[in-house]
């Protein structure tokens, strides 16, 4: 049986899905997933395995214009996911259907590698007539290798689409183990399900003010085995302390279960999650900041 493998990143404009499409074709969610833009900050890997073909998947943050020290590290974090991979997919939002620009086609002209433009949400396109005109229109924006309408919600050509991709990767030996669907550390998630707590139960600029560092993590083993995570989230001021916590701990409490079920579900094993709120004004603006959150590159 020939094998193949490869690397695949997912690029976009905010809120164009890549987090959703990712969790559905790596068949586990991996990465944060809020109806509000710009939640993802770093690559997240997921890889899925077969038989015939391992295909390891980049989700980026959204390609839009960054401002300031963070918005600039999710830009150009969104940029060199095209390098060196073996594929690009970009991921289109059908229902805003912003049209091509330079923002999303200028890191595929500037690699000019293989493509893949997929019209995500195409389920929820009204009326369906419109779905030919913007096939058409991304078409003759740029060589796409191929251009297909996907929903990722409800898996509509996500099937499909992976038996594109596989096709498109080279022979070559699996990357990881058949048994690995990340790359990235138990922490790295335990700070994502966090994080994706705050988009769900905080409002306005809480969120993006959010930067969450896990400490200790210990995982006891049988007969009574459990993961013991403590976390801390930094925000910029203190009024947003207050919100995080809430009254009498009610809003904590309340993000620390919901990130507990979730990372219950993902690691498959009893967790016991501490949370505390610090303030670290504008740590948005801070290198030594953004450097300590894994939010800064080094090159």
């Not at 805003?96 to 890191?107: E, F, Q, R, S, T």
């Not at 990767?169 to 966090?194: G, K, L, R, S, W």
């Not at 709120?277 to 948005?284: D, E, K, L, P, S």
């Amino acid at each position: 049986m020939t094998m193949r493998a490869g690397f695949v990143s997912l690029i976009g404009r905010p809120n164009a899905g890549k987090s959703t499409l990712l969790n559905r074709l790596v068949g586990q969610k991996l990465a944060i997933v809020s109806p509000r833009p710009q939640t993802t900050r770093n690559r997240i890997t997921g890889i899925v395995n077969r038989p015939d073909a391992q295909v390891v998947f980049v989700d980026t943050p959204g390609l839009h214009a960054g401002k300031g020290k963070l918005g600039e590290f999710m830009q150009r974090t969104a940029e060199r996911a095209v390098e060196d991979v073996d594929l690009v997919c970009l991921v289109v939002d059908a229902v805003a259907d912003p049209g091509p620009d330079d923002v999303v086609l200028g890191p595929l002209s500037a690699r000019g590698g293989p493509a893949f433009c997929l019209l995500n949400k195409a389920d929820a396109v009204e009326p369906k007539a419109r779905i030919l005109p913007m096939i058409e229109r991304w078409r003759d924006a740029h060589p796409f290798r191929e251009l297909l309408p996907i929903s990722a919600t409800d898996g509509t050509n996500c099937d499909r689409l992976l038996e594109l991709i596989v096709a498109s990767m080279p022979e070559h030996p699996a990357y990881f183990p058949p048994d690995v669907n990340t790359d990235q550390p138990e922490t790295f998630y335990i700070a994502e399900a966090v994080r994706e707590k705050i988009f769900h139960f905080t409002h306005e600029e809480v969120p993006y003010a959010a930067a969450v560092r896990v400490g200790e993590v210990v995982e006891r083993p049988e007969p009574n085995a459990c993961l013991v995570a403590r976390a801390t989230i930094f925000v910029e001021h203190d009024s947003q302390r207050g919100i995080l916590i809430g009254k009498g701990g009610s809003m904590l409490k309340r993000i620390g279960t919901a990130a507990r079920q979730e990372l219950e579900a993902f690691f498959g094993i009893q967790v016991f999650l501490g949370l505390t709120v610090q303030v670290r004004r504008n740590w948005r603006k801070d290198e030594r900041a953004l450097r300590e959150f894994g939010l800064l590159l080094t090159s």
